[in-house]
Nanobody, 129 residues
Framework: QVQLVESGGGSVQAGGSLRLSCAVTGYGVSTVCMGWFRQAPGKEREGVAAIDSCGTTTYGTTNYADSVKGRFTISQDNAKNTLYLQMNSLKPDDTAMYYC??????????????????WGQGTQVTVSS
C-alpha cells in the first residue's frame, strides 16, 4: 500500500515562506523519484521540483521549474521517509494546489507529471499580494 500525505500548506502574504511535507509509506524515498507539482485553477498541472533517487548516473540530481529556481528547495529525509519543499519569497503566482508524487520509473523527464505513479491528496497554498 503506497500512500503520500502532504501537509504544510496555508495562506501567506507575498514574500513569506512555507515548508511543505510529504510523508511516504509503501516506498522508501531513497529508492523512488519524488517530486512536487502544482495546479492552479484553469491551468495544467506543472512540475515544481523533483529529486532523482531512482536513477543511477543521475542519482541525487534535483530539478526545478524556472519560475521557482532560487526560491524553492526540495529535500528528503530518508530516515523519516519524508519529502519536503521549502518555499521562500512566495509570490501570488505560486498560489495553487500542491501535490507530492512518487514514481518507480527510471526514465522520463523528472518534472513531467505523467511520469509519476502515486500522488498525494494535495495541500493548498495561497499567496496574497
Amino acid at each position: 500500500q503506497v500512500q503520500l500525505v502532504e501537509s504544510g500548506g496555508g495562506s501567506v502574504q507575498a514574500g513569506g515562506s512555507l515548508r511543505l511535507s510529504c510523508a511516504v509509506t509503501g516506498y522508501g524515498v531513497s529508492t523512488v523519484c519524488m517530486g512536487w507539482f502544482r495546479q492552479a485553477p484553469g491551468k495544467e498541472r506543472e512540475g515544481v521540483a523533483a529529486i532523482d533517487s531512482c536513477g543511477t548516473t543521475t542519482y541525487g540530481t534535483t530539478n526545478y521549474a524556472d519560475s521557482v529556481k532560487g526560491r524553492f528547495t526540495i529535500s528528503q529525509d530518508n530516515a523519516k521517509n519524508t519529502l519536503y519543499l521549502q518555499m521562500n519569497s512566495l509570490k501570488p503566482d505560486d498560489t495553487a494546489m500542491y501535490y507530492c508524487a512518487a514514481t518507480w520509473s527510471r526514465v522520463g523527464f523528472l518534472l513531467a507529471p505523467r511520469r509519476y505513479n502515486y500522488w498525494g491528496q494535495g495541500t493548498q497554498v495561497t499567496v496574497s499580494s
